[in-house]
């Protein structure tokens, strides 16, 4: 048996791209938290593009990915007599190196759009910054030869 790639010494590459999408919708897909009877849920994952990858090289897994990602989410409060609203969360680069993302939230009112940045974002990227471990987890095991 030939050995093509001794040691895992030589670059190894895997596109993770359709499991991030998988992923990203199990984890966030009717993601949700209360606060004060209000409801902050996510409905929809508008856009995932970009890039995501583990790759290996002389023995040691790493990734990289650059995410563009929009959430469709609802804010209810049954006790109020407000209907309901949407807007949306844009992360516009979702990066391998950066551990604060930018998220964009659009189309909510004044205090709804605190509400989210208060008690709904700290959860929220708190949840989204273990993508990297999970990313890791899931797939570097897969490029050893």
């Known amino acids: 048996m030939a050995v093509l790639n001794p040691n895992n010494w030589h670059w190894v590459d895997k596109n993770t791209l359709p499991w991030t999408k998988q992923y990203l919708n199990e984890k966030f ?11 902050i849920k996510i409905i929809q994952i508008n856009r995932i593009n970009g890039d995501s990858n583990v790759s290996q090289r002389k023995g040691k897994p790493i990734c990289y990915f650059d995410l563009d990602l929009e959430f469709k989410v609802n804010v209810t409060n049954p006790e109020k007599d407000e209907e309901e609203e949407s807007g949306t969360l844009r992360i516009p680069e979702f990066m ?33 910054l273990q993508y990297q471990n999970d990313l890791l987890e899931k797939h570097s095991s897969d490029l050893q030869e």
């Open 96 to 128: 391998h190196d950066d551990s604060e993302p930018l998220i964009d939230i659009n189309g909510f009112s004044q205090s709804n759009s605190q509400l989210i940045q208060t008690s709904f974002i700290p959860t929220f990227k708190t949840t989204l």
């Open 29 to 39: 897909i009717n993601y949700e938290i209360t606060k004060n009877s209000t409801t």
